[in-house]
């Protein structure tokens, strides 16, 4: 069997890393073909797919669907973390191994971001700097700021990241409050954190950090209901995925003085799963949101560790090996 024989191929079926020069080293290395594509819908990831053996995919949508369709496909590598763009229950009942990168790829890049986006909303770092060059030369343009030390800044989840921001949190002198039902609160005061309720958390806290995976459960988390729950001084920080905040509710939130400022890395809509984007979201006409481009997660290092770890996957399934981070269990036969 050589490697142009269905099976043998590994598809990028969308990145936005400028070359695939990491994973073809890696693909071509172990003996198989690697195709590049830039799929955004998943009759794209079908049409671009159809002799493929491994599947990379950072946005594009792997769902049951294209999952039926693509009869030689035996692993689905992410890369990233979060799997909600690929049908794992899909995938398991076809046999498909699907793979991840453990949380530690990107964890210090996210925590940092998280705290930077923090403080530059807390401290209007981006008001003062908008301001300032439109000749504004005047600290009441930020007008108003509020100490930190006191504060309470609140977690939602309590995974790796949440920690990393934890640690970093505590030098601002916030007392720290976290809400996370897949983690023993004997855990999470062993980090002298407190454990709350959801509730307790929305209601109480002057900051709040969304680090929490998006799922079914937790899509549109933030809606208005929730939001009208929150200080009207409080500030919102998203570094997960976007949809758990309902943008609309937000504008209307930030609009109306339900709460006092937002920090997103990420929106709704999720502009790096479309084709032709455009910057029409009314959240980028508000002075009290930042928003980053799905930025956090983000450095040369982090890069190129995820780009490594999911080539490496696939190849290790194709060549039949087990994964080192599987996703989904599949049966002695699959």
């Given at each position: ?8 191929t ?34 794209e ?43 794992v ?74 920690r ?78 976007g ?41 980028f ?26 080539a ?6 194709l ?16």
């Open positions: 069997m050589n490697r142009t024989d269905p099976g043998r590994v598809l990028i079926a969308d990145s936005d890393f400028g070359d695939v020069d990491i994973e073809r080293a890696i693909v071509e290395g172990a003996g198989l073909r690697l195709v590049a594509a830039q799929c955004k819908s998943e009759d990831v079908i049409e671009a797919g159809r002799e493929a053996g491994g599947i990379l995919t950072q946005y594009a949508r792997v769902g049951s669907r294209a999952i039926d369709a693509l009869p030689h496909c035996r692993v689905i590598a992410r890369y990233g973390t979060g799997v909600d763009i690929v049908d229950a899909a995938a398991t009942r076809h046999g498909v191994q699907v793979t991840n990168a453990p949380n530690d790829w990107c964890a210090d890049e996210v925590a940092d971001h998280a705290v930077a986006l923090w403080l530059a909303a807390a401290r209007k770092i981006c008001r003062y700097d908008g301001a300032t060059r439109r000749g504004e030369w005047h600290w009441k343009t930020g007008r108003p700021v509020h100490r930190l030390r006191g504060q309470v800044l609140g977690l939602l989840s309590f995974g790796v990241i949440a990393l921001v934890t640690e970093r949190a505590r030098a601002f002198g916030v007392e720290v409050w976290a809400h996370d039902p897949f983690v023993d609160e004997s855990e999470i005061r062993a980090r002298q954190v407190r454990p709350v309720s959801f509730d307790a958390l929305v209601e109480g806290v002057d900051h709040l950090v969304v680090q929490a995976p998006l799922t079914p459960q937790t899509h549109h988390t933030f809606d208005r209901a929730t939001l009208r729950r929150m200080k009207p001084t409080a500030l919102l920080v998203n570094t997960a995925r949809p758990i905040v309902a943008d609309a509710a937000l504008y209307e939130a930030l609009t109306e003085g339900w709460i006092a400022g937002a920090a997103l890395d990420d929106l709704e809509e999720e502009p790096a799963k479309q084709r032709d984007w455009q910057p029409g979201n009314p959240l006409e508000l002075p009290n949101v930042i928003v980053t481009p799905h930025a956090a997660y983000y450095s040369e290092e982090a890069i190129g560790t995820v780009r490594t770890i999911a490496e996957e696939a190849v290790r399934v060549t039949g090996e087990p994964a080192r981070y599987p996703v989904n269990e599949l049966s002695a036969g699959g």
